[in-house]
């Protein structure tokens, strides 16, 4: 009888320090009923590390460390972090300070400004939408790159590539030089890549428009998104580079225009431009 009395107390107090160490980091409320953790819930609940949240016909709002707010729109289920939410389907609305994030299918968006508020919608498996409320955002591939810096009230969709090693690339920006390595910044988006080429140095500090090809089989320096071997250069409207390249149909890939046909390797995303955003 004592050994079964000693045991309990043991297990009861286990069960208390695991109750002490489990923390809520936010709140969320819904006007009709919702999942947390596959439990319903009808009104509000607490949220923990790790908590997933799935709504249903109703939206919810979630608190999260004081100073993180998130509107999840109906039909959306995500995982909540400390320092992030993970969104796997639907559209959620949220501030992002410095210290939090939206990761979506490998994407990563974060917030340049303290007052950046983003519209995140995953469409299907390969497919996700970003739109700046307000302040300007910033979105990573896997790789932790620079895909696409988007201005307030601008939005671009993300769509998985294709698996294969290059693909076509045309971009406007600045030519620059450091440390022998030439490269581009795009005017739009501010994404930064490295040009491989003949002759590079009489258009540094030209605004260009260079078109060639993007390769994933060569890192690039100093913190470009991607290398890019040029073809052409025009520059104030005219060619100055190894002959012209037909564009087509464009496309977005981290800002750069490209064919419609183009992709780059697998774990790699096409950006386009989308209508400005709305909030839900």
Known sequence: MTSRLRFG?????????????????????AQGSIHVDGYAVDGNATLFDGSVVQTDLASAALRVNRDVRITLSTDTRGTLRRDRLVLQKGTGEMTLPAHFQIEANGLHVTGDQPASRALVTVQNS??????????????????????????????????????????AFS??????????????????????????GKNLAKYVGDKVLVSGTVTTTTSATGGAAYAVTASSVFINGGLVGLGGLSLGSEMIVGGVVVGSAATIATGAYFATTTPSPASI
């Open 126 to 167: 390969d497919r996700i939408e970003v739109a700046a409320l307000s302040g300007s955002l910033q979105v990573l591939g896997p790789n932790g790159l620079v895909l696409a810096k988007i201005n307030p009230g601008r939005s671009m969709s993300f769509s998985m590539a294709t698996s294969t090693s290059t693909s």
């Open 9 to 29: 107390v043991v297990i009861l107090c286990m069960g208390t320090y695991a109750a002490a160490g489990t923390t809520s980091i936010g709140t969320i409320s």
């Open 171 to 196: 971009s406007r920006g600045m030519l620059s030089v450091e440390n022998g390595h030439y490269y581009l910044t795009a005017s739009d988006t501010n994404v930064k890549y490295e040009i491989f």
